[in-house]
């Protein structure tokens, strides 16, 4: 029976702006009557004539909301000329497995439904971000117009009775309008395990974790978080790499991330912290909500800063087989440490340094100026696909660890004697209001900007002298296509090469998050604790910002 497509008169919802990782808010925004519908609309769109008869990929983190608004965008897709959407199971798809099908399929892009590591249930968050046919975040040409689009729409297309079942794998074909319409319900999993597999030696990393006749096995404890990652991890550490089920925690994927915050770092995945603290595990590691992000421990709770995780995979990417003798480049955020800096320095390997957030790394890999790529937001990747890859992240340090037969504490300490340490953490101050926020950073800004500012001294208790040498807002001209992102987080770089960056969170969903990233390099003190190391500089940053002040915080709701 052919099924009719329907125009829906609407007005127009302030505030559908794309942030750092598509458009996030509470879910009670998106139940709103058309609300949801008008950002998809937005996004299809903008998609132009490419749409018609193409195919798209959908699926999200598995949090409260993804499955109606997976059908939502089936029925909107149907009417909107599409030919074929494949959605996972359930909803179900990770960020990077969408990245995957998305270039493995030539398809024209996707949407994912995620708010990544905000919490979820029908009182926190839900988020919709559009990746395009390279398989990465939408770039801010494309967000852009998908904000102008929303600002102005009249009318949406849907198929109101289009009954789909995304709960049974299988293909579902529709007439709508007398034209084919297919949905495809795929297993979320294969085509990801599939290139994992392409990418790194699972005999090898079969015989670490099981071990062999003398030598005992290489214990891992993964920790989903409820994430989307449970059913990756299931069947890639138990099924294919033979870890005990005992090694994996939280793999079933919930609505609500079990009341959690499914954020791999310090503070919110302190239980795997606790348990590698008190196990016998050689290597930890936790996963955010829709898998892109990840936390790695070394034994006995060894906490691997992402700055310097992605330092040393840099260094060691030689471990996996299918990078060996390609690498052609290395980038991190602009905030991330310059720990990276040193091995390309060494090695003579390009160093590009970004704004805040992934997309940022795809033209840079799309032009195979890049191999490999992180954040210090627990964010780790390579050109395989174009999202960061928390499980990828985890494979890569188990090829490391097997190449090298050694403790994740130890290639650490190695590398730091080789290179020296860029000592790193970050401060944040969460749910702050936004309108103090944006009055304490004009008043920073006007401070740290103005001429004076520069050659400014800071004496630390241990009676260091901090020079101001530069002091701006960072500005990127992308190398491939010229485009410009500007006021990208304020930098105040000592003359001793010690800085402090400061940003408001992107990916927030009410208020402000400040975040203080402060950093300061070592050359041979480099086994202290970074918060005694970074402790002046700190306090340097806070009091210039006057955060206190302005935030009322006393203690900042994150440390990293
Ligand atoms: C997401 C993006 C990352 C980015 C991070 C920053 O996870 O995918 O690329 O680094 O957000 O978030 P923020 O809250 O600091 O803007
Ligand atoms: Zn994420």
Not at 206 to 211: A, M, S, V, Y
Not at 527 to 535: A, S, W
Request: net charge negative; aromatic share 10%; proline share 4%.
């Amino acid at each position: 029976m052919s099924q009719e497509v329907v125009s829906v008169k609407t007005e127009p919802f302030d505030g559908q702006k794309p942030g750092t990782s598509g458009l996030r808010k509470n879910v009670s925004v998106f139940q709103q009557k058309h609300y949801t519908e008008n950002f998809v609309q937005s996004i299809l769109s903008c998609i132009g004539p490419r749409i018609k008869d193409c195919t798209l990929v959908v699926g999200g983190d598995g949090r409260f909301f993804c499955k109606p608004a997976a059908e939502t965008i089936i029925r909107m897709c149907a009417a909107n000329g599409v030919g074929k959407v494949i959605v996972g199971k359930d909803a179900i798809f990770s960020t990077p497995a969408i990245s995957v099908v998305i270039r493995k399929y030539n398809l024209v892009g996707g949407i994912i439904l995620t708010a990544s590591h905000n919490p979820g249930g029908p009182n926190a968050d839900f988020g919709i971000k559009f990746n395009t046919s390279n398989g990465g975040p939408a770039p801010d040409d494309v967000t852009n117009s998908i904000f102008e689009f929303s600002k102005s729409i009249s009318e949406y297309f849907i198929v109101p009775g289009l009954s789909v079942d995304i709960s049974t794998v299988g293909v579902q074909n529709f007439d709508v309008s007398g034209r084919k319409f297919v949905v495809e319900v795929v297993d979320p999993v294969t085509d990801y395990v599939a290139l994992m597999k392409e990418l790194f030696d699972f005999d090898a990393l079969k015989d670490l974790i099981k071990g062999n006749g003398e030598k005992s096995g290489f214990k891992i404890l993964i920790d989903s978080l409820s994430g989307v990652t449970g059913p990756y991890v299931q069947r890639i550490f138990v099924d294919l790499l033979g870890a005990s089920p005992d090694n994996v925690r939280n793999v079933i994927p919930l609505e609500d991330f079990g009341g959690k915050h499914p954020d791999p770092n310090l503070t919110y995945a302190a239980d795997l912290v606790n348990a590698m603290k008190e196990g016998d595990y050689n290597l930890g590691a936790a996963f955010d909500g829709d898998g892109d992000r990840n936390m790695i421990l070394g034994s006995k709770g060894f906490f691997v800063n992402p700055s310097d995780s992605l330092a040393v995979l840099a260094d060691n990417l030689e471990c996996i087989p299918s990078y060996k003798n390609k690498v052609t480049g290395y980038a991190r955020s602009m905030p991330t440490s310059a720990a990276l800096d040193r091995v390309g320095e060494s090695r003579k390997i390009k160093v590009y340094e970004t704004p805040t957030g992934w997309k940022y790394f795809g033209n840079l890999m799309d032009a195979e100026k890049i191999t490999i790529c992180g954040e210090e937001s627990f964010g780790t990747g390579s050109n395989h696909i174009r999202e960061k890859d928390g499980i990828w992240a985890v494979l890569a340090w188990l090829s490391v660890v097997s190449s090298h037969q050694s403790s994740l504490e130890d290639i650490f300490k190695k590398h730091w004697e080789k290179y020296g340490r860029n000592y790193f953490t970050r401060y944040d101050y969460e749910n702050c209001d936004a309108d103090k926020c944006r009055q304490m950073l004009e008043e920073f800004e006007s401070k740290v900007l103005s001429s004076s500012f520069i050659g400014k001294k800071y004496q630390s208790s241990s009676g260091k002298t901090y020079v101001v040498k530069l002091a701006d807002n960072f500005n990127y001209a992308d190398p491939v296509d010229g485009s410009i992102a500007s006021k990208q987080g304020f930098r105040i770089i000592f003359e001793d090469g010690s800085r402090y960056v400061v940003r408001l969170s992107g990916t927030g969903s009410s208020g402000a998050t400040v975040r203080v990233y402060v950093e300061s390099y070592e050359s041979s003190q480099i086994l202290e604790d970074p918060q005694v190391m970074l402790g002046s500089l700190v306090n340097i940053a806070l009091e210039t910002l006057r955060l206190r002040e302005y935030t009322g915080r006393e203690e900042p709701t994150v440390i990293t």
